[in-house]
């Protein structure tokens, strides 16, 4: 498993002042980053957002803390879940959809959304790790 370097989270004011009638929470790696700003304004003031970035982290990884946080949410609210494209490299056979499922099953007691896997924007459009990307979001 490789070692993240930077952890980097951000609470918005609903989620510090428990004043939330939901919580949404966001999980992945440095694709997520300017998405949170995003999401924050076109919700509610009473939602509360919790994002959390591990840059260059694989998925199983990201599920894991998915998992750790997953605990303390209800019905009413979400998790999001955006990262993957590391696990496409050459030669790593990491069995991501049997990761996501395993997450789904043990986490039915809140809402989970799944983004598409990012493609690696600092290679070829057409390279093989993309490809990859690209079959498994269409699956």
Same mark, same amino acid.
């Given at each position: 498993?490789?070692?993240? !370097? !930077?952890?980097?989270?951000? *609470? ?18 440095? =694709? ?6 995003? *999401? ?12 959390? =970035? ?58 989970? *959304?799944?983004?598409? *896997? ?8 057409? !390279? ?6 690209? !079959?498994?979001?269409?699956?």
């Amino acid at each position: 498993m490789k070692t993240v !370097s !930077s952890v980097v989270t951000h *609470v918005n004011n609903a989620t510090r002042n428990k004043l939330r009638q939901c919580k949404v929470t966001m999980i992945g790696d440095s =694709f997520l980053r300017g998405i949170r700003e995003n *999401v924050e304004l076109s919700l509610s003031s009473k939602v509360g957002i919790f994002s959390m =970035f591990k840059p260059g982290c694989d998925l199983n990884t990201l599920l894991e803390t998915a998992n750790n946080v997953s605990g303390s949410l209800t019905q009413k609210d979400v998790i999001l879940i955006c990262g993957g494209s590391n696990d496409f490299k050459i030669g790593k056979d990491e069995p991501v959809i049997e990761h996501i499922m395993k997450f789904i099953k043990t986490n039915n007691h809140t809402n989970i *959304v799944l983004t598409n *896997v990012p493609i690696i924007y600092d290679l070829s459009y057409y !390279s093989q790790e993309n490809k990859g990307i690209q !079959s498994f979001n269409k699956n």
